[in-house]
């Protein structure tokens, strides 16, 4: 007769690697995706008046769109910069950013997964980390060999708990931000503050 746990596991290890495929892909979309350079000749338009005003970076020696910004780290203009990545080491703009959302979402995919399939595996010790935090005493109870391992996969939950809880805060952040069709540089140039984004386009036009 066939184990249910081995039809669990299949599952668990089907979506694991479907979130860490596009992941990948993704990954490697993003990094290997022009963030946005500026088109060539931009802002010299027949009819403009000299008293036209546009903004112009002297270090590229081009005129800028609006909401593009000099990276200092990759020392080129971005178009429609959104921020640049350390963990990357690339600028994310108009080109890239759709994958850079969905390495985001699938991520969290990961983790999540890892998170419920952790759970699954080791119920007894989400029990005993609630019987650890009630009372200081407990920890007593961590001593010996099997006591140590047991403790060491409570930590390991935590840990995994966190990056899971910072992730998907940073992954919402970004959502929101599409959703109005704002910045990262555009928010943080009014202090997270509300107000309303000239290039908003609408919920649907937003994301597509």
């Not at 089907?14 to 990948?24: G, Q």
């Not at 027949?46 to 780290?73: L, M, Q």
């Not at 920890?139 to 935590?158: D, T, V, Y």
Request: hydrophobic share 45%; with cysteine.
């Amino acid at each position: 007769m066939k184990d249910p746990n081995d039809s669990i596991e299949t599952t668990k290890f089907c979506v694991f690697t479907f979130f860490l495929f596009f992941y990948l892909w993704s990954y490697i979309k993003t990094l290997a995706t022009d963030p946005g350079h500026i088109p060539l000749y931009w802002g010299f338009w027949a009819g403009d008046s000299a008293e036209t005003w546009k903004r112009y970076c002297v270090i590229c020696n081009i005129f800028k769109p609006d909401r593009t910004h000099h990276c200092s780290t990759c020392n080129v203009c971005v178009l429609n910069m959104d921020h640049h990545c350390p963990w990357l080491n690339s600028c994310i703009g108009f080109w890239n950013r759709k994958t850079f959302i969905l390495m985001l979402i699938y991520l969290n995919g990961i983790v999540i997964t890892f998170f419920v399939s952790f759970i699954m595996n080791y119920y007894l010790m989400v029990l005993s980390i609630l019987e650890f935090l009630s009372t200081w005493e407990s920890i007593h109870s961590f001593r010996g060999p099997n006591g140590k391992m047991e403790f060491a996969f409570q930590i390991a939950l935590l840990f995994i708990l966190f990056i899971m809880c910072v992730l998907s805060k940073f992954t919402w952040y970004h959502l929101k931000l599409i959703k109005e069709n704002k910045t990262t540089i555009q928010n943080l140039s009014h202090n997270h503050m509300p107000y309303q984004c000239e290039f908003d386009l609408g919920f649907e036009h937003n994301f597509t």
